[in-house]
């Protein structure tokens, strides 16, 4: 009997039908791409312990026992101090800088600071004690967007949890497959949120030969938002494909009206990259955030977590005082599949629908 394949190791090793993982903020993705037949990783940046305690519990609720992960920030580079040693850090220049687009634009000051202040001086031990929610609550998967999972890979088998990690370079992959990880995810330049300074056709063949004699899965990501796309990640020797943008305009998802309709309407170059959110090069839709950050008398992004810390107010009160053409999402140049808004679950059967297609007139024919 043919092997259809869709049905790859990933598969057997998780329990999904369809080689199909789906980053979101938002619960009801994950969900709904999981019960679907793919995998929901929810991205719990933002979230308290004991929010992402409720997060998680929820989850579990509606998925029953299929697999699922939460993906947490575990950043390798990172300066750390208390809140009054970080402040004094920043420099004045870019305090005046940020202090004249509020000034300029007419963006008010929030009336209530927003968490990012927290996260931005007290990251390390806000993930130390997300950790301690995953690793209770036995969830399946655990993810590191940012920075190398291998210093948990211990605790957190021990937890039942499997360990999967993101890389943007291929001597990033190495010391992961080196280290044991469980899955690595090999995420191009296209990809949105923080991303590689190299392509995914040139990323994803490199980390696959890596891995080759060790049980370490390879899956796919950046520009990823086809069935298209996956028969393309199949044939680069990947056992599926990690996504995110796709699913910001989808109906489950929390992203604003507003903010899907810019993504329908956006084109592969309005996906930039910059270091002004995060002070680690991201992918975002364009914006006059963006823009701002890229005018010549502009400053230089400052490092992790110095640069949330200066940024946080003003990104509250972009918010806050709905200034639409600041605000941004998020987002890889695989906005250009977007075209529609539609059900994370039809999306799901659609990229499943087109990638046979492909992989039949290519002469390998799915088990019906």
Same mark, same amino acid.
Request: glycine share 10%; with cysteine; proline share 6%.
């Given at each position: 009997?043919?092997? =259809?394949?869709?049905?790859?190791?990933?598969?057997?090793? !998780?329990?999904?039908?369809?080689? %199909?993982?789906?980053?979101?903020?938002?619960?009801?993705?994950?969900?709904?791409?999981?019960?679907?037949?793919?995998?929901?990783?929810?991205?719990?940046?933002?979230?308290?312990?004991?929010?992402?305690?409720?997060?998680?519990? #929820?989850?579990?609720?509606?998925?029953?026992? @299929?697999?699922?992960?939460?993906?947490?920030?575990?950043?390798?580079?990172?300066?750390?101090?208390?809140?009054?040693?970080?402040?004094?850090?920043?420099?004045?220049?870019?305090?005046?800088?940020?202090?004249?687009?509020?000034?300029?634009?007419?963006?008010?000051?929030?009336?209530? +600071?927003? @968490?990012?202040?927290?996260?931005?001086?007290?990251?390390?031990?806000?993930? +130390?004690?997300?950790? +301690?929610? &995953?690793?209770?609550?036995? &969830?399946?998967?655990?993810?590191?967007?940012?920075?190398?999972?291998?210093?948990?890979?211990?605790?957190?088998?021990?937890?039942?949890?499997?360990?999967?990690?993101?890389?943007?370079?291929?001597?990033?992959?190495?010391?992961?497959?080196?280290?044991?990880?469980?899955?690595?995810?090999?995420?191009? !330049?296209?990809?949105?949120?923080?991303?590689?300074?190299?392509?995914?056709?040139?990323?994803?063949?490199?980390?696959? @030969?890596?891995?080759?004699?060790?049980?370490? %899965?390879?899956?796919?990501?950046?520009?990823?938002?086809?069935?298209?796309?996956?028969?393309?990640?199949?044939?680069?020797?990947?056992?599926?494909? #990690?996504?995110?943008?796709?699913?910001?305009?989808?109906?489950?998802?929390?992203?604003?009206?507003?903010?899907?309709?810019?993504?329908?309407?956006?084109?592969?170059? =309005?996906?930039?990259?910059?270091?002004?959110?995060?002070?680690?090069?991201?992918?975002?839709?364009?914006?006059?955030?963006?823009?701002?950050?890229?005018?010549?008398?502009?400053?230089?992004?400052?490092?992790?977590?110095?640069?949330?810390?200066?940024?946080?107010?003003?990104?509250?009160?972009?918010?806050?005082?709905?200034?639409?053409?600041?605000? !941004?999402?998020?987002?890889?140049?695989?906005?250009?599949?977007?075209?529609?808004?539609?059900?994370?679950?039809?999306? &799901?059967?659609?990229?499943?629908?087109?990638?046979?297609?492909?992989?039949?007139?290519?002469?390998?024919?799915?088990?019906?």
């Amino acid at each position: 009997m043919t092997q =259809d394949p869709l049905h790859t190791k990933l598969c057997d090793e !998780y329990g999904c039908e369809v080689p %199909i993982v789906a980053f979101s903020h938002t619960k009801d993705v994950v969900v709904a791409v999981t019960n679907a037949g793919g995998i929901g990783v929810f991205g719990a940046l933002s979230r308290t312990p004991d929010e992402l305690d409720g997060d998680i519990e #929820w989850i579990k609720e509606r998925v029953g026992d @299929r697999p699922f992960g939460v993906d947490l920030v575990l950043p390798a580079s990172f300066v750390e101090g208390n809140k009054e040693d970080l402040d004094a850090m920043i420099p004045q220049g870019h305090r005046d800088f940020v202090a004249g687009l509020m000034k300029d634009n007419d963006i008010p000051k929030p009336t209530e +600071r927003d @968490r990012k202040v927290v996260l931005g001086s007290n990251m390390l031990n806000n993930s +130390r004690a997300q950790l +301690r929610v &995953v690793f209770e609550h036995k &969830v399946p998967i655990l993810a590191s967007a940012l920075g190398s999972p291998a210093f948990i890979l211990d605790d957190a088998h021990a937890a039942g949890a499997k360990v999967w990690g993101l890389v943007g370079l291929p001597r990033q992959a190495q010391r992961q497959i080196d280290a044991g990880v469980d899955v690595v995810i090999a995420q191009g !330049y296209d990809a949105g949120g923080h991303s590689s300074a190299v392509g995914t056709f040139t990323l994803v063949p490199e980390v696959v @030969r890596l891995a080759e004699g060790t049980g370490t %899965i390879i899956l796919a990501a950046g520009g990823v938002s086809s069935g298209k796309h996956l028969a393309a990640a199949l044939a680069m020797g990947a056992q599926g494909v #990690w996504t995110g943008t796709i699913w910001l305009a989808t109906h489950e998802s929390s992203t604003e009206l507003f903010m899907k309709q810019r993504l329908i309407d956006g084109r592969a170059e =309005d996906a930039v990259q910059t270091r002004a959110s995060s002070g680690k090069p991201m992918r975002q839709i364009r914006s006059k955030w963006s823009e701002a950050w890229a005018e010549p008398d502009a400053p230089t992004p400052l490092q992790m977590p110095l640069q949330p810390m200066l940024v946080a107010e003003i990104e509250a009160g972009v918010r806050e005082g709905r200034k639409e053409d600041w605000m !941004y999402t998020p987002a890889g140049q695989s906005i250009v599949g977007i075209n529609k808004i539609q059900p994370a679950a039809e999306l &799901v059967f659609s990229i499943v629908e087109e990638a046979q297609d492909q992989l039949e007139r290519l002469g390998a024919v799915p088990v019906s």
